[in-house]
């Protein structure tokens, strides 16, 4: 009986893993033009998790990020390049199975690695977004702020220390915010447009390019910084 029993329990844990990694390798890859930046000279792969943009002009503030579910990291280079022509280091995080979910302290390795960066701002897409608000809601002696895209504040985080940018056509994300400060609105934008990884399952398609939502975020995101750091 005993054998039984701990053959079936076998069975379905071997099905249970087996739904798992087809569930976690079905994600959504970065298009060509977002790989295209790991050439370039101020982009460095340290390792296999991390991804370090470095502006021309040496800065103290670090930027980490937290990429959406299921999406590859590098899908959000040419954002965090375009954040780091205005003057802030990146740092682009691959998590375990493409999911920050399961390693939300992350940022933690980041802030010891780089002790010359003296303001960090933890910024997340999505599900990225909500492990990078828990995470400073529980680490707000370490960070300077946090900046939520197609995401909204989970836990215990001032809106005065976070900046929530999302696209008008993400009806799900404006349900949920509850709070009145640092909030930007894409007109016309959609979800999945943070990063460069092609339309997403379920989301709204944007009436605005690409690449004009990015501007607009990097816009969002030098000035609540730069309101901050004066």
């Not at 040496?58 to 990291?73: H, L, M, Q, R, W």
């Not at 910024?123 to 995470?135: E, F, I, L, Q």
Request: hydrophobic share 35%.
């Amino acid at each position: 009986m005993k054998k039984k029993i701990l053959m079936t329990l076998s069975i379905i844990l071997i099905l249970c893993m087996g739904g798992f990694g087809i569930y976690v390798n079905d994600y959504s890859h970065a298009q060509n033009n977002a790989l295209e930046i790991l050439n370039h000279k101020n982009v460095e792969k340290v390792n296999s998790n991390l991804i370090t943009l470095t502006p021309e002009k040496k800065s103290d503030v670090g930027i980490i990020f937290y990429p959406g579910a299921k999406v590859e990291n590098t899908a959000y280079l040419p954002l965090l390049e375009q954040i780091t022509n205005k003057g802030y280091n990146c740092y682009l995080l691959k998590m375990p199975f493409n999911m920050a979910i399961f390693n939300k302290n992350a940022a933690n390795k980041i802030i010891n690695q780089y002790p010359n960066i003296k303001h960090w701002y933890i910024c997340g897409h999505s599900m990225g977004g909500a492990m990078a608000s828990s995470y400073v809601s529980k680490n707000k002696d370490k960070v300077d702020g946090l900046i939520l895209l197609g995401s909204y504040i989970y836990g215990d985080v001032s809106d005065k220390d976070a900046l929530t940018i999302y696209g008008s056509l993400n009806t799900s994300v404006k349900k949920k915010i509850d709070y009145k400060r640092n909030i930007v609105v894409i007109k016309d934008g959609n979800h999945a447009n943070f990063g460069n990884y092609g339309h997403q399952k379920g989301d709204a398609k944007a009436t605005i390019s690409r690449k004009e939502q990015q501007n607009q975020t990097v816009k969002a995101i030098n000035n609540f910084i730069e309101k901050r750091l004066n």
